[in-house]
């Protein structure tokens, strides 16, 4: 079977950290594109960062620029995303997505079902 499955959320403080991992089944995520999205309550969905096929490019949204990055373990066929100097405004669904290309570029081929990160004190 063909998934994506995000883990790693959660509820965390202020000022502290998670690792999202996005592992993949039925592909090999190194022939792969991937991104990370979030969406928050009553708001559209919105990019994060996106991770080239060769690890030779990334992307971060600006808004989280400095504070999350993005990695990939292609032997265990897992993306990464760890999140430092987590904000309020950090709570969301987060999304991974994979697209068989070398850059991230719509339509997506696979999306995962998202994990929660809430953060609150």
Known sequence: QV????????????????????????????????????QAPGKEREGVSCISRSDSRIYYADYVKGRFTISRDNAKNTVYLQMNSLKPEDTAVYHCAAVRSNWCVVPYDYWG???QVTVSS
């Open 3 to 38: 998934q994506l499955v995000e883990s790693g959320g959660g509820l965390v403080q202020p000022g502290g950290s998670l690792r999202l991992s996005c592992a993949a089944s039925g592909f090999t995520l190194d022939h792969y594109a991937i991104g990370w999205f979030r």
């Open 113 to 115: 079902q998202g994990t």
